[in-house]
């Protein structure tokens, strides 16, 4: 099955390679295409993975379009700065790759003291010496009840992104589990700030479950993406335990989400708006 042509309208569906990290990169590549997914979100979990280690062989089976920068073990690039530019490098040597996923740097005061750079940085794909092409978004965490004294998370973080040059990568369970509506949550980023969509279902504190398994209002979140004329990467980020340990009945399995997820996205595309925007 062919992935949506170049000239594909609407979001861009993309494959995290985190769905099937047990199995070879290439042969995940391999599953994403006869699924007919736009292409992957390569997960940058080893400094291995880097200019030189043939990963053109994975991207010429399915394109690598965005990379999920290091989310733990920061010390074996030496240091979270250093493996967002070792990601940044990356991302600059692939031919199709024009977006990075980051979580932001912990707030614990190691965390913060070790990471003063980034609170200091103003223009992001600036330090991290990124090709013009390259967007990079922060990712929503999931969030503890705050304090009724504190600034709400989601408005510090699309805060972080107004300040640092970024976007924000609006992952759905993660805003399931911190007890959030996704729905009204999704309503408070600005349009021109969504650069990327992490897909998957949540129920209680159990995440990246298969969408309807869980309890989150997904069919009704991707019309209201498809309402707001969203029209750029959305990555389907599930559990390996997800999928039957059959090949061909995996790929069956991602191919009914990926056509559901359209299904949807384009149920209300006739009346899109950007009316959600906000200052």
């Avoid at 985190?18 to 042969?27: A, E, M, N, R, T």
């Avoid at 590549?29 to 979100?41: H, T, W």
């Avoid at 989601?154 to 990568?169: M, Y």
């Avoid at 990555?235 to 949807?264: C, G, K, Y």
């Amino acid at each position: 099955m062919d992935a949506p042509s170049p000239d594909h309208v609407g979001p861009r569906i993309l494959l995290s390679a985190g769905c099937l990290f047990h199995l070879p990169l290439k042969l995940i590549a391999r599953i994403g295409r006869d699924a007919g997914f736009f292409g992957m979100e390569l997960i940058m979990n080893s400094p291995t993975l880097t200019p030189e280690s043939e990963l053109e062989k994975v991207n010429e089976v399915l394109p690598i379009r965005s990379i999920h920068a290091p989310f733990r073990d920061w010390a074996a690039w030496g240091g979270h700065l250093n493996s967002w530019k070792a990601t940044t490098a990356l991302a600059n040597s692939l031919p199709h790759a024009d977006h990075i996923t980051m979580h932001p740097p912990g707030t614990r005061l190691a965390n913060m003291i070790q990471n003063r750079w980034f609170e200091k940085a103003c223009d992001l794909p600036l330090l991290l010496d990124a090709k013009g092409r390259i967007r990079f978004s922060l990712e929503n965490m999931p969030w503890a009840e705050g304090s009724p004294f504190g600034r709400d998370p989601l408005d510090k973080l699309i805060g972080q992104c107004r300040d640092k040059n970024v976007g924000l990568t609006f992952d759905v369970c993660h805003m399931g589990v911190s007890g959030r509506n996704v729905l009204e949550s999704l309503d408070r980023v600005p349009y021109e700030l969504l650069y990327n969509v992490h897909y998957s279902d949540a129920v209680g504190y159990t995440e990246h479950l298969t969408p309807g398994k869980g309890s989150l209002p997904l069919k009704q979140f991707l019309k209201r993406l498809g309402k707001r004329g969203y029209d750029r990467y959305i990555t389907l980020e599930l559990e390996p335990a997800a999928f039957p340990d059959d090949l061909d009945e995996t790929i069956t399995t991602l191919v009914n989400i990926r056509e559901s997820m359209e299904a949807q996205l384009v149920a209300e595309q006739g009346g899109s708006t950007h009316a959600a925007d906000i200052s």
